[in-house]
């Protein structure tokens, strides 16, 4: 029941910013993790951001800096805002959630709830 609508996605140059969006509905827990993944053919897919409940975010070394996560919980809408971006940057996009987590920083597997993937693709 709980649906996930990812969108913000587009084509951008080395060095400019683009915000991803994800729309959240029928999600009731008050404890929960929410994330983004990336993922390009032939690799694993990888965390680029967690926000827990509270508040507390999460970054890997790859987009430290450069990426921010954030929540409007009255919109109940989860954000992105890349900036700076690079070609290695380029992948599909998903938003994620689970709920009662205390650690949000953990295997893509286990996050239960997924949208569908926006694309970015970063030239040079």
């Known amino acids: 029941q709980v649906q996930l609508v990812e969108s913000g996605g587009g084509s951008v140059q080395t060095g400019g910013s683009l915000t991803l969006s994800c729309a959240a509905s029928g999600y009731t827990s008050s404890t929960y993790c929410m994330a983004w993944f990336r993922q390009v053919p032939g690799k694993e897919r990888e965390g680029v951001a967690t926000i827990h409940s509270d508040g507390d975010t999460i970054y890997p070394d790859s987009v430290k800096g450069r990426f921010t996560i954030s929540k409007d919980n009255g919109k109940n809408v989860l954000y992105l805002q890349m900036n700076r971006l690079k070609p290695e940057d380029t992948a599909m996009y998903y938003c994620?959630?689970?709920?009662?987590?205390?650690?949000?920083?953990?295997?893509?597997?286990?996050?239960?709830?997924w949208g569908q993937g926006t694309q970015v693709t970063v030239s040079s």
């Open positions: 994620a959630a689970v709920p009662d987590y205390i650690n949000c920083w953990v295997h893509w597997r286990d996050y239960r709830y």
